[in-house]
C-alpha cells in the first residue's frame, strides 16, 4: 500500500473519522482507525461499538489529483497521536508506504514518521456504500431538528431507552421527540416521499450528536436507511452508522396537555436575559429552579441561594391571557428550550401549578416544548 | 453605605480583585470581597493567606463621574456569584445599599438582587496604599521578566524555595532566576535608580503570574516597595502585596558553565516546529524527551513511543562550531525556552552530553536559559 495525499484534505476527513474512537474498546482494532485505498478513492473508519463513521477522500476532485501514486491496500493505523503527526507535518503533501509488515511510513519535507501498523483483516467488514437510500432529508432540516431535540435525552442509563431520541415517520411526517422524563423535545418536519414502511425507532442521542457534528451543510442532502437494527446516514464522501436502541419509546402524546388556562406571549431575549440572572442565585445540584410569578400583564421571576441570597426582577410580556400563575421549574431546562426554538417571541402555555407548561412559537408550528414544573413546597 | 456605578468599571476592577479568593482558606472572612467607599473612590480587595489584591475606580475619570449618590461605608460580599451577577445587570449604571444588617441590594433596571454581606471589622486590615516606594519598574519589562523566567519554578512542593522566583538587585542590575533543578531561567534589566539595599528575596511563582495577570500595560511603570517579608507592587489604580518564600535560593551561578565545546545557532521557529513533531512520539509521563545527535552542521532529531513508533527528522543549522553533539533534553522544557524567549535566532551552547547546555540570543544578552540533558541510556 502507497500513496500520496494533500495533507488538508486527509486533515480533515481524519477529524470526522476519528473522534468516536475509543481507546478502551473491548475490541481491540477498534481502536485503530482503518484506512482503505483503491484507485478511486481512500475511506477511513473509526468505530466504537454503537457507532462507525466512514470518511472518504476522492482520488481526484474538480479535476485535481488529491491521491497519487496509488498501490491500493488498506492498514489499521494508532489513533491517539495521528491527528497531531498529519497536522504538524512541514508539507503541504504527505507520503505514506506500508511494508508487508505493516509498518507505516509517513513522510513529509524532512520529517518521517514510522507507526506500527496492524492487518485490517481482523477489523469487522461493514459494506455501508452498498445501502439502498429510504428516505432522503434535507441536511440543513436535519441539523436544525437534532439540535431542537437532542438536547432533552436522558443522561441517565436508569431508563436507558430515554437516551436515544424517537423517530417516526407516518404520513410523510418525520418527527423526533426527545424526554428524560421531567421535559420533551418534539419536531416534525415534512418528507415528500421515502420507501420506507411506517416506522418508529429510537436513536441514541450521542449518535445524532455525532452525525450533527460531522454532516456538513455544503453537502444538500443526506440518505437514510434501516437495516438489521442500524440506520445509516450516508452523503457523497460521508457514512455514518448507528445501532438502534431496543425497547419502545413510550406514546408520548398523552403527556402533552391539550388544553391551557394561561397563555403568555414573550420576547425570547428579554425573557432568556432575565431567567440567567434569577439562575445565578439558584441552586446547580437541583437544576436551577427557579419561581415563576404572573400578576396582569407583569412576569415576575424570583430565586433564592441559602445563605448568599435572593434576586427579583419583573418583566411586562406582550400578553398574557387567562389565569395568573404561580409556580417553580428548572432554569436550565427553560433556557435549554429557549436558546434552541429560533424564534424572537414564544408563547408558553400553562395548565396548572403542577402540570407540564409548553412552549411554542408562532413562526414554527413543527417545534413543541414540554417542562415539568418542580414541586417547591 | 450606598452608591451608583458605571458597571463596566465596576466588572473590570472586580475581576481583578477577585481571581485569587477561595472559598477554602482558613480565615472564613477572606472568602468574600471587601468593598470599602469613600468620597473619592471604590476600593475593592481580595485576598488569599500568601497574596493581597486592591483594585481602586475612582469617584470621576478624566472629568466624568464614575461613583455617585456617595455614603462611605464598607462591606465583605459573598464571592462566587458576584461577577455573574454584575456582568448580566441589565443597565449601564449599578445601585447598591447596604443596610445597618450588612444585607445589600445590588438593583439594575428592574433586576434586584440581595446579598447576605459581612461586617468588614473582621477583615485583616492593610494599608498597602501608605508605603514609600523603593524601586520603579516599567511595566512592560516587568511583565516580559515573569513571563521569561516564572514557567521555570518548581511545581512540587518537595523543595518549597524553587517554587518561588530569585529576586536580586545589585549595583543596579535587577535579575529574576527561576528553577526546577532540572532547567532554570534567567533575564536581567537595568534599574536606574532605587532606594533598596542589597536584596536577595524568593517571590511565590504564582504571585508573580497573578501579577502578571493584572497588571495593566496602559500604566507606565509599577512601584515595588519591602515591608515586613512582604512584597508591594503598585501602581494609580491597583495594589498586590505577596509574601515572600522563607529560606536562601541556592548560589545558581555555579550552575552555568563557563565553556562550552559545542555552538548551534538555528532560527527559531524551524527549530521549534522540528521539536514540535518529535514531541508527538513521546512519553508525556516523562517530559517529553526526545533526542538530538549532530553531524557536521545538520541536526537530527529523533523520537520514539514504544508500541506505536518513531519519528526523526533533520534540519540545517545556520551554524555548528565545535565537536558533534548526541544526548537527550525534554523536549517540553526546550519549547517553554523558546517560545518565551523573543527571537528569531538563538545559540545553543553544549558542555557534553550530561552537562547543562544553555540558550541564549544574540538580540538580548540579559537573558539565559539552562537545561539539563536526561540520561537515556
Known sequence: MQFKIQRRHLAK???QAIQIISSKTVIPILSGLKLE?????????????????QAKIPQNIDGE????????????????????????????IVDFTVDENYKT??????????????????????????NKSQLSINIKDLKKMIRQTVFAVSTMETRPIFTGVNMILENNQLT???????????????????????????IPGKSLQELNRVLDEKDEHVQVSLLNNQIIFSTENLFLSSRLLNGQFPDTNRLIPQDSETTMKVHVNEFIHMIERAAVLSNKEQNNVIDIETEDNL???SSKLVEIGNVNEQLNAISIEGEPI?????????????KTIDSDVVDIYFSGPMKPFIIKTPNDPHILQLILPVKTF
Open 176 to 202: 423526533f421527540t426527545a424526554t428524560d422524563s421531567h421535559r420533551l423535545s418534539r419536531k416534525t418536519i415534512a418528507i415528500e416521499e421515502h420507501q420506507l414502511d411506517q416506522t418508529n425507532i429510537v
Open 37 to 53: 485505498l483503491n484507485e478511486q478513492e481512500l475511506i477511513l473508519t473509526g468505530s466504537n461499538s454503537d457507532i462507525t463513521i
Open 326 to 338: 404561580k409556580l417553580s421549574f428548572s432554569s436550565k431546562y427553560m433556557l435549554d428550550s429557549l
Open 65 to 92: 489529483d488529491i491521491i497519487t501514486n496509488i498501490q491500493p491496500g488498506s492498514i489499521v493505523l494508532p489513533v491517539p497521536q495521528l491527528p497531531d503527526i498529519i497536522n504538524k507535518l512541514p508539507e503541504d
Open 105 to 130: 511510513v509517513i513522510k513529509s519535507g524532512k520529517a518521517v514518521f514510522r507507526l506500527y501498523g496492524q492487518s485490517s483483516d481482523e477489523y469487522p467488514k461493514l459494506s455501508l456504500q452498498q
Open 13 to 15: 476527513r481524519l477529524q
Open 299 to 301: 412576569i415576575r421571576i
